[in-house]
C-alpha cells in the first residue's frame, strides 16, 4: 500500500512539474527543444560543439568563470585542486541558473532552486517545498526516489597537448555530460585534476 502511495505521489510530482513547465514555456518565447530521455527541455541556442578554454594555468587560482556562459551555457569552477564545467541550466527543469557572488552558490530564479558551487542541489524550488509540506505521500516518494531532483550536470573536460608542452589547452565537449545522482562524477574526463600536469 505504501508503494502504490508513493506512485501516486511521484505522478503527482511529475504533473505539477509539467503544468509549471507548460505554462512557463507560454511565457519564455526565445526557448527551443532538446529531447532528454522521454521528454523535451527548453534550452537557449547555444553553439554545443567543443571548445577550448585555454590553459590549465589559467585556473590555478580559485573561481567561477562565467566567459562561456552566453556562448556555451557552460560555467568554469575551479576550486579544491580541479576544474569542473557545469551546464548553466537546471536539468530538472532546463532553466538557466545564475550564479549568485554573495553566497557562492548557482540558483535557478524561476523555480528557487540552490545548488553550491559544486553543482550539487541544496534546497528544493517553491512547487516542490510546498508540494512536500502539504503531502506526506509526495515527501515518502521523495525519500525513495531522490533523483527527482538534479544536481547541476557536468561537461566533459579533457587536456590537449601539442608537441610542445607550452601549448597545453583545456577542450570541453557541453555535448557529453556527467549526472551526480547516477554516480558518474568520478569518471575520467568529467573534470580535470590541476595536480595532473
Keep these: 500500500m505504501r508503494r502504490v502511495r508513493s506512485w501516486m505521489a511521484v505522478c503527482l ?4 512539474a509539467g503544468a509549471s513547465f507548460y505554462f512557463g514555456n507560454l511565457i519564455d518565447l526565445s526557448a527551443t527543444t532538446f529531447s532528454i530521455g522521454m521528454g523535451s527541455v527548453p534550452r537557449a541556442n547555444f553553439d554545443d560543439s567543443p571548445f577550448s578554454i585555454g590553459s590549465p594555468q589559467r585556473y590555478r587560482e580559485p573561481g567561477v568563470y562565467l566567459d562561456y556562459l552566453n556562448a ?8 579544491t585542486g580541479m576544474v569542473v564545467a557545469l551546464s548553466a541550466h537546471n536539468p530538472t527543469t532546463g532553466k538557466a541558473v545564475r550564479y549568485e557572488q554573495l553566497t557562492s552558490q548557482f540558483s535557478d530564479p524561476a523555480t528557487g532552486a540552490r545548488f553550491n558551487r559544486d553543482g550539487i542541489i541544496t534546497s528544493l524550488n517553491r512547487a516542490q517545498r510546498r508540494i512536500l509540506d502539504d503531502n506526506d505521500l509526495a515527501r515518502d516518494a521523495l525519500d525513495e ?6 544536481s547541476l550536470e557536468r561537461c566533459y573536460i579533457r587536456l590537449r597537448q601539442t608537441d610542445s608542452d607550452r601549448d597545453q589547452e583545456l577542450i570541453v565537449d557541453p555535448r557529453h555530460r556527467f549526472i551526480f545522482e547516477l554516480n558518474q562524477w568520478s569518471r575520467e574526463f568529467c573534470c580535470y585534476l590541476l595536480n595532473s600536469q
Excluded: E, K, Q, Y
Excluded at 556555451?72 to 576550486?79: A, D, E, N
Design 13 to 16: 510530482l511529475v504533473a505539477l
Design 72 to 79: 556555451h551555457g557552460v560555467i568554469i569552477v575551479s576550486h
Design 145 to 150: 526516489n531522490p533523483t527527482m531532483l538534479r
